[in-house]
């Protein structure tokens, strides 16, 4: 069950296998694929996790999904709330709308399109914030102080780091052995989400993070050695915009082997050969890991690498190679 360490609640390799049942009846058990022409192309096996086939159209569906079908009907009565660029959001107003309770989100009105419309599809109520850091804590404030709905974080919430690390225990049962896992991070809920699971399942597995260049305050935080936190990063992985946490802080410090960029060109890049190889909408911000790959394939090159593809919610009128 979950420890208290030093003040904050860690949530443990049995909370994941917990979790796992929990939201089996809720999401998708999603596919591994592979492709010849990337294997060929950075010298590695990979397996490619792919989450974008996931309900909402992302990872983030599963530690949202286990909070929210974790609380008690008097806690439920209250809905949820949360702040988000998009993943987050509309994947709780899924888990919500699953239960049957209210869900208040507040997004930057800079978000997609895209998923600001699929947080009202799904039930959830937005409320519009600036896209800085700071701006969304402050609205946020406000929402939670007025509607008393139960606060799921992003990614700083131990129920919400053992759903997501349900998907790395699916990917170690569908390859066949790895040498690492590669995964976008931004606050770091799936890399802690996958620290949590392979640090117990298969600790011989190392842990890479990708980052952007331009909002790269993780990879600055791990060399550094504590948390260095950007206001308003600009790039084109919209997902991977915000600050680590104390708790997600915690697992990437413990258990990442290391924190690889790419610049905004590479990450477009990657994220468009993925498209045009793979035939698979995917994110900016999942096309992170493969721009790094193909950035450092000395790194990779002989190894069997899961690539964790976070999610494919894409504004389809606004694709970054189309000017």
């Known amino acids: 069950?979950?420890?208290?360490?030093?003040?904050?609640?860690?949530?443990?390799?049995?909370?994941?296998?917990?979790?796992?049942?929990?939201?089996?009846?809720?999401?998708?058990?999603?596919?591994?694929?592979?492709?010849?022409?990337?294997?060929?192309?950075?010298?590695?096996?990979?397996f490619f996790k792919c989450e974008n086939f996931q309900k909402a159209g992302a990872f983030k569906v599963r530690g949202a999904t286990n909070a929210v079908f974790g609380l008690s009907e008097e806690e439920a009565a209250k809905g949820v709330c949360t702040h988000s660029s998009g993943n987050h959001a509309l994947s709780l107003s899924y888990a919500a709308g699953r239960r049957g309770i209210p869900c208040h989100v507040v997004m930057p009105r800079t978000a997609p399109t895209a998923?600001?419309?699929?947080?009202?599809?799904?039930?959830?109520?937005?409320?519009?914030?600036?896209?800085?850091?700071?701006?969304?804590?402050?609205?946020?404030?406000?929402?939670?102080?007025?509607?008393?709905?139960?606060?799921?974080?992003?990614?700083?919430?131990?129920?919400?780091?053992?759903?997501?690390?349900?998907?790395?225990?699916?990917?170690?049962?569908?390859?066949?052995?790895?040498?690492?896992?590669?995964?976008?991070i931004g606050g770091g809920g799936m890399i802690s989400g996958t620290c949590l699971t392979l640090s117990t399942l298969a600790p011989e597995v190392r842990i890479i993070a990708a980052e952007p260049e331009q909002a790269d305050d993780a990879c600055r935080s791990f060399r550094a050695g504590h948390i260095i936190a950007d206001d308003a990063p600009e790039t084109i992985a919209d997902g991977l915009k915000v600050p680590l946490k104390e708790l997600t802080w915690h697992f990437v410090s413990n258990h990442v082997t290391d924190i690889l960029t790419a610049s905004e060109e590479e990450i477009i890049a990657a994220m468009k050969l993925t498209w045009q190889r793979m035939k698979i909408v995917i994110e900016a911000s999942c096309a992170v890991p493969l721009a790094t790959i193909l950035k450092n394939r000395d790194r990779f090159a002989g190894k069997r690498v899961g690539v964790i593809i976070t999610g494919g919610n894409v504004d389809l009128d606004t694709l970054p190679w189309i000017r």
């Open 115 to 184: 998923k600001k419309e699929a947080v009202r599809g799904y039930g959830g109520t937005i409320t519009e914030c600036e896209p800085s850091t700071s701006s969304r804590e402050a609205v946020f404030a406000e929402v939670q102080a007025r509607t008393g709905g139960d606060f799921v974080h992003p990614y700083n919430d131990p129920r919400v780091i053992a759903g997501q690390g349900t998907c790395s225990a699916e990917l170690m049962e569908q390859t066949d052995g790895l040498d690492m896992v590669i995964a976008p």
């Open 1 to 46: 069950m979950m420890k208290d360490i030093a003040g904050m609640i860690i949530p443990t390799y049995d909370d994941m296998l917990e979790a796992h049942a929990r939201i089996a009846p809720h999401i998708h058990r999603t596919p591994v694929l592979t492709s010849s022409f990337f294997n060929d192309l950075t010298g590695a096996q990979l």
